[in-house]
């Protein structure tokens, strides 16, 4: 298992941008399959975003074109880039990471006002 800390979330207007930070412990980070997640009130988490240790992501259809993710394996983290934000972009955000484990964050507010 690795601690996960989520930061960069807050309250922005609808067409701003907001830098979300998953710092991760540990020493095996660069193996990790990182990904971040979404929460909204009354709805099931979903999938946002991955980056796998080759590099290689993959985007919900909802997020595609406006947010990025990428990692920095010298500082044990990954970030979500997100632009354009919306008012159904609002959630709470979580890191994952998988290797023969999962292990998560404890979430991160975005607000999106409209």
């Known amino acids: 298992q690795v601690q996960l800390v989520e930061s960069g979330g807050g309250l922005v207007q609808a067409g701003e941008s907001l830098r979300l930070s998953c710092v991760a412990s540990g020493s095996v980070f660069s193996m990790l399959l990182m990904g971040w997640y979404r929460q909204a009130p009354g709805k099931q988490r979903e999938l946002v975003a991955t980056i796998r240790s080759t590099g290689s992501t993959t985007y919900a259809d909802s997020v595609k074109g406006r947010f990025s993710i990428s990692r920095d394996n010298t500082k044990n983290t990954a970030y979500l880039q997100m632009n354009n934000l919306k008012p159904e972009d609002t959630a709470v955000y979580y890191c994952?990471?998988?290797?023969?484990?999962?292990?998560w964050g404890q979430g991160t507010q975005v607000t999106v006002s409209s």
């Open positions: 994952s990471a998988a290797l023969s484990f999962i292990s």
